[in-house]
């Protein structure tokens, strides 16, 4: 998301330099061949009055630069640059919307696994040049399936949506989260398995608090959550065995009980190491 902001704003600066490249080469123009300025003229006007999108800004602009002074002939392809860099403003923010969309999972409100698993490998790549640690935190919602059959689908997706909210308001700006598949979740954290612990038994307590309402009358339910921490370097060699380890602290923290955090083989107690972690 921030390269999609960072191109628009080239983007942008890009087209505003253009235009003013287009009115110095304008001048020279007219004041070289004047003869060619009817011809640009028109052709400026043609693309300015259908929009013609880059060339039309161009054309529109130059055409501005060829016009005399205090006319109204300057006034109308001014007019019509503004309308043409609107619109291709507008466009690129419509294409960056898209763009959001498509790495954004519509119920969770995290991004896609697509996303995650291209910015998990820069991450490694990243400490691997530089130096330092990132971590991999796997959440899986607890008995989830027996969940959604015993009270639908649609209340599934209500809890989906709800835990989803929670990872967002407890993960740091820095951290990325994705929804792997179905009830899994994934988080990347920039820093050490002490970190992404704190984060993974903030997020594990607002869960284990959740309630959502199964209709008919029914009272509110909820579920809790099971995590598993990795720590790269120190636990994987490459990406892919950061997830492998961590998915494998998931499982041990299933085995033991659920609705607790596992850092790969050592179990992590809410009134132990982990409330020292937050402290700190």
């Known amino acids: 998301m921030a390269n999609l902001a960072v191109r628009r704003r080239r983007f942008r600066f890009g087209t505003l330099a253009l235009a003013l490249a287009c009115l110095v080469a304008a001048q020279f123009v007219s004041a070289i061949e004047p003869r060619a300025v009817p011809a640009l003229v028109a052709a400026g006007v043609g693309f300015a009055a259908a929009g013609g999108g880059l060339p039309g800004l161009v054309l529109a602009v130059f055409g501005a630069g060829l016009a005399p002074l205090d006319t109204p002939l300057r006034i109308a392809f001014g007019i019509g640059a503004l309308a043409v860099f609107d619109r291709a403003s507008r466009r690129d923010d419509e294409a960056e919307r898209v763009t959001a969309q498509s790495l954004t999972d519509r119920l969770t409100g995290l991004h896609t696994y697509a996303y995650f698993s291209d910015v998990l490998q820069r991450e490694v790549g990243r400490v691997r ?4 640690c990132c971590s991999l935190v796997v959440f899986d919602l607890d008995h989830f399936k027996e969940f959604n059959d015993r009270y639908g689908h649609a209340a599934g997706n209500v ?3 709800k835990v989803g909210a929670a990872i967002r308001h407890e993960q740091r700006e820095s951290d990325i989260s994705a929804r792997f598949g179905g009830e899994e979740l994934v988080v990347l954290v920039p820093g050490s398995s002490r970190q992404a612990v704190a984060l993974a038994e903030r997020v594990r307590q607002s869960i284990e608090v959740l309630m959502v ?29 950061l997830f492998a380890a961590a998915d494998a602290a998931l499982y041990q ?3 033991r009980g659920r609705n607790q955090v596992v850092v790969t083989t050592v179990t992590v107690q809410p009134e132990h190491e982990v409330r020292r972690a937050i402290a700190g």
């Open 129 to 132: 040049r530089y130096g330092g």
């Open 253 to 255: 923290a299933k085995r």
């Open 213 to 241: 309402s199964p209709g008919s009358g029914r009272r509110p339910v909820g579920t809790t959550v099971s995590a598993g921490v990795a720590e790269y370097p120190s636990d994987a060699r490459t990406a892919d065995e």
């Open 159 to 161: 809890l989906l949506s």
